[in-house]
């Protein structure tokens, strides 16, 4: 190695700086260096000498020095900076990051910092630098300020370990749409957002809990001797001051929910005192958001089979959408009762084989996104069968089911017009039915595709009419060709006179603006009769039809 021992001249550069040095180095936890490059003289920090297999702490060249300890592969990045610290304006920070081996014999990874500082003539004098390890854990949260997890979790440890009857209670908040907040107003809102609600929490906790923020956008601490009461009041207090976030030019409302557990009832370790507070938070962003929610172990029961089987339909997803399959369901002309078309319905086969109906998945389905790649799979599917079926029944129509949240999806419209081409069917024999669905952001973009199918010549249908979002105030925005009536109203044809003029009615005004009317859940022949001579619906569907049933079975429908 090429390195010569010195001592540092009397008025040199390093010299003068050596005793604010020496007490730099002693607070520090980063290795410091000094460079004086006109006299090529360069000081270090002891800890390079305890941590690494350098020399002396006053070395000639530091480049050559560094550069045999540092990955064969990142040397280039060392040279990179050297150089570029040749050509930097004083002032301007040079900034590395590359693989360095330590004592012990193992690379890993640091930061390199340095800047040149000048001399009254504008030259550069002398050169400060940081070597910072990675590996050695930030203990603050950039953004806010506040301490991170590892400090919570350090000081949580404290606080289980103070006393064999420690209780109290660990409670987590976390912002209702901090994502959206970053999407449409950019990081560094976000970032402000998330400043001034640290700075809001601290000043409304008592002054001997200690807020901490652990991930994106999560806010935790934990009170002792607490009781379920003191920790709605306390949330209340946040809650108010959740409403407004500024910006200089923008207001935005935002809101958060809370999860709390309770040591040692619910657990008596970190990691899972923890774990059950994000649960509830969970919990309450389930039951609406806006709230604090209590952990409860039914939730998390029912919350851990729910990731279970959506890891499984994942996995599902991934091999083709294997494990589901379509059952469809027959539709029939209400005055004739002959067949005109069909409802897909989805099915999943779980782990032991068994079927899983769709309200326990759909909504799964629905919350991780995972209805896009699926949704494409059963317009797949359906048209491809009705094609088939088409043979038999040239006007068969078949039903799809779609989430208003599909709708959002900005491919969607392509992939539809690019399978009705492939397998050439009239966009007119195609229903879709639009459910309900939770978490519609965008419903100017929603509209916008849902004219598009409209102008395309598929027939809209609005599903479960009567129920939801499934109204007059909707059927006012969006123009459909056929409603369904939800099996609510057909339960009580019979008896109810009260019913059948309900339906009679909603029947006359959609034939008063053109759009056909089906209903769903006839049961029985009665209530079929009821339905077509006084109610004047057109389309039936219910299981005095037909059940759903797989396409093989379906089929043979049409052998008769
Ligand atoms: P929906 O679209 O209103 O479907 C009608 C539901 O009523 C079906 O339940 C069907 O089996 C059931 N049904 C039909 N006739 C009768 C009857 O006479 N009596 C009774 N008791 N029930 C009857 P299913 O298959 O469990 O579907 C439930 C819901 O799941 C559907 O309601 C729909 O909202 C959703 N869904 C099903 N398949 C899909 C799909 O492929 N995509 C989407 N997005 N949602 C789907
Ligand atoms: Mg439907
Ligand atoms: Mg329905």
Known sequence: MDTNFFQLGEDSPLSRIKSYFDALQNSADEYLFAIDPSAGQVMLSKNFLRDFNFPDTLVEDFAALLTPFVWHDDREILEGAFEELNSAAPGVEVYGEFRLLNRDGEYGWVTLRMTAGADEFGQPELVAGVIARMDVKQKADYVTGLLNRNAFQVALMKELNSSPDAHGAVILIGLDNFQLINETYGFEFGDNALRQLAQDITNILPPDIRLYKLDNDMFAFFVSEVYPEEIEIIFSSIQLCMREIRNIDDTIYCTASAGAAFYPDDADDVITLTRYAEVALEFARQKGKDQVAFFDSAFYDRWRYDLGMQNLMQNSIARGCEDFFLCYQPQVDAKTGKLVGAEALLRWYDRDGSVVAPMQFIPLLEKSRMIIPVGHWIIENAVKTAKKWHEFMPEFEVSVNISLYQLEEHAFYDFVKDCLDRHQIDPRRVVFELTESHNVYDWDYVN????????????????????????????????????????????????????????????????????????????????????????????IQGFYFGYPETEDVFAKRFAN
Do not use: P
């Not at 056929?482 to 959609?510: A, G, P, T, W």
């Open 448 to 539: 916008k595709q849902f004219q598009a199918f409209h102008d395309l010549g598929i027939k809209i249908s609005m599903d479960d009419f009567g129920m939801g979002y499934s109204n007059l105030g909707f059927l006012k925005n969006f123009r459909c060709n056929q409603i369904k009536i939800d099996r609510v109203f057909v339960e009580d044809v019979l008896n109810s006179e009260y019913d059948r003029q309900l339906i009679k009615h909603v029947v006359m005004l959609c034939h008063a603006v053109g759009m056909e009317v089906v209903i769903e859940g006839v049961e029985d022949e009665a209530t079929y009769i009821y339905l077509r001579d006084v109610c004047g619906v057109d389309i």
